[in-house]
């Protein structure tokens, strides 16, 4: 999938080092190992991105940098990145489990606004559903400019610019205080 986009069953046994039939024993189809290997490429994104809880103490915007540094800079080191939030996927199998975990992805960042909205850091009048897609789409715009072979942007070039982009999306009261 890294080298070509797609992924050949044969090659995948041939380089497990084992038969077809074992690999089809534990994966029904190639649809169900290319769902596996996208589960699995974002079980660690998520792992690495959300599973740091904010410090109590924290304002919304900080602990929503630090979650943004973490997961550009793991996006940035993961190879498959390139291929799944860097592009389309190839495989029909891998562009739906993507798809669907963007939409998990987008859920979580629209609690989080909520959460940032209870605590007064964000505006009520933004829809934080709306928000989180907005942000979670360009994030992954502008990852899918900076993770291109030919791209010279820098991680932290990446998270400057979403924060911007965050801030002004979500109206924070604390927008000017952490981006200037």
Not at 8 to 22: K, N, Q
Not at 33 to 62: G, I, K, N, T
Request: proline share 4%; with cysteine.
């Amino acid at each position: 999938m890294l080298e070509h986009g797609r992924i050949e069953v044969t090659r995948v046994a041939e380089r497990a080092d084992a038969s077809l039939g074992l690999l089809y024993r534990y994966f029904d189809n190639k649809d169900r190992l290319v769902v596996a290997v996208v589960d699995r490429f974002y079980d660690r994104y998520e792992e690495a991105v959300f599973a740091v809880p904010a410090p109590p103490e924290s304002r919304w915007l900080e602990h929503e940098w630090q979650r943004i540094e973490r997961e550009v800079a793991f996006l940035f080191e993961e190879p498959l990145a390139r291929r799944l939030v860097g592009g389309t996927p190839i495989e029909p199998a891998a562009a739906y489990a993507d798809a669907g975990r963007l939409a998990q992805h987008i859920a979580l960042a629209a609690r989080n606004i909520e959460h940032g909205q209870h605590r007064g850091e964000i505006s009520s009048a933004v829809d934080p559903t709306l928000a989180a897609a907005a942000i979670i789409g360009g994030l992954r715009a502008c990852l899918a400019t900076a993770l291109t072979e030919e791209s010279k942007t820098r991680p932290d070039e990446v998270v400057e610019t979403m924060m911007r982009i965050s801030a002004a999306i979500i109206s924070s009261v604390e927008a000017n205080h952490v981006t200037n």
